[in-house]
């Protein structure tokens, strides 16, 4: 059974940071792209960062410089490093392996940037 599980969201004020966690179970990590996207209330999913088993980065333009995604095959995890957040960051941050729509996917994390 294919498993993929979030963990680091939370409340953040703005300028601050988080760092997300997705640990991955019953697949062949090290063989998958992997990728971040999130989905604000009424809005649509969207690409946040991708990163291919070769390790090339693709970052939405909202993020870029200042989001890190990377990745750690032995501990089967990919992470995402958000910094500056901005209140426009709110959202539930998914996991995915295999690419978009028919990879797999996490449960998702809220992040919510506020003062």
């Known amino acids: 059974q294919v498993q993929l599980v979030e963990s680091g969201g939370g409340l953040e004020q703005p300028g601050g940071s988080l760092r997300l966690s997705c640990a991955a179970s019953?697949?062949?990590?090290?063989?998958?792209?992997v990728g971040w996207y999130r989905q604000a209330p009424g809005k649509q999913r969207e690409l946040v960062a991708t990163?291919?088993?070769?390790?090339?980065?693709n970052y939405a333009d909202s993020v870029k410089g200042r989001f890190t995604i990377s990745r750690d095959n032995a501990k089967k995890s990919v992470y995402l490093q958000m910094n500056s957040l901005k209140p426009e960051d709110t959202a539930v941050y998914y996991c995915?392996?295999?690419?978009?729509?028919?990879?797999?996917w996490g449960q998702g994390t809220q992040v919510t940037v506020s003062s």
């Open positions: 995915n392996a295999g690419g978009e729509p028919a990879g797999y």
């Open positions: 019953g697949i062949i990590f090290s063989t998958y792209s």
């Open positions: 990163m291919t088993r070769g390790g090339t980065t």
